[in-house]
Structures are given as C-alpha cells and as structure tokens.
C-alpha cells in the first residue's frame, strides 16, 4: 500500500506563496499521475491540479490557474504545488492523491483516486 506525506502548509499573508511537497512510497510512483485536492471548513474536498506519470500534462482548477504550479520529481518519489499570489479563499487542507488506475490520466474529481495523505493545512489571512 502506497504511502502518501504532505508538507511544507503554513500560515501565510495575502499575496504570499508557499510550496507543498508530497513524497511518495514504493517502486511505482513513476507510473501513476499524481494530483493535489483542498478541503476548506463545512465544505466538500475539491480538486486543486493533476500532473501525468511523465509529468508532460497538467491541468488545474479555473481557481488557481495561473497561481498554482504542479510539478514531479520522478527519482525523488515526489510531487510539488507551488501556490503563488494566495488569496484567503486558498485557505484549506491540502491532500495529495494517487489515481486508481495506472498510466492514465484521472478526471479531476475524488472518485479517480484511491490512495490519499492526511494532509496538511495552508492558512492564509487578509
């Protein structure tokens, strides 16, 4: 079973950036795109951004475009978010997630996904 550990969330003022990082477990890491899911308090768990196996496809939610970048780091079993220009709105627990199925790339939503970290929280205030 894969094992999936979030970092690097905080408490950072309007404007400000930080980087998530999520390193992985196991040998198949390289084959799987990887994606980054936010819960803010009372609401549903929401799709952030997704990176293929290659890390040569991405796509986010109209939300973040343009702010937030996914990226991998195959030989480090990693996967990164950096979060630029944050708004209080990005305020949530931040999962990174890994598809259920290998060498595809998953639909944007939590159903595609089997494996999950206990995440880790981003604040940030206006």
């Known amino acids: 079973q894969v094992q999936l550990v979030e970092s690097g969330g905080g408490l950072v003022q309007g404007g400000g950036s930080l980087r998530l990082s999520c390193a992985a477990s196991g040998r198949t890491f390289s084959s799987y795109a990887m994606g980054w899911f936010r819960q803010a308090p009372g609401k549903e768990r929401e799709f952030v951004a997704v990176?293929?196996?290659?890390?040569?496809?991405?796509y986010y939610a109209d939300s973040v475009k343009g702010r937030f970048t996914i990226s991998r780091d195959n030989a480090k079993n990693t996967v990164y978010l950096q979060m630029n220009s944050l708004k209080p709105e990005d305020t949530a627990v931040y999962y990174c997630?890994?598809?259920?199925?290998?060498?595809?790339?998953?639909?944007?939503?939590?159903?595609?996904?089997?494996?999950w970290g206990r995440g880790t929280q981003v604040t940030v205030s206006s």
């Open positions: 997630a890994k598809p259920r199925f290998i060498a595809t790339m998953p639909k944007p939503d939590t159903s595609d996904f089997g494996s």
């Open positions: 990176i293929s196996w290659s890390g040569g496809s991405t």
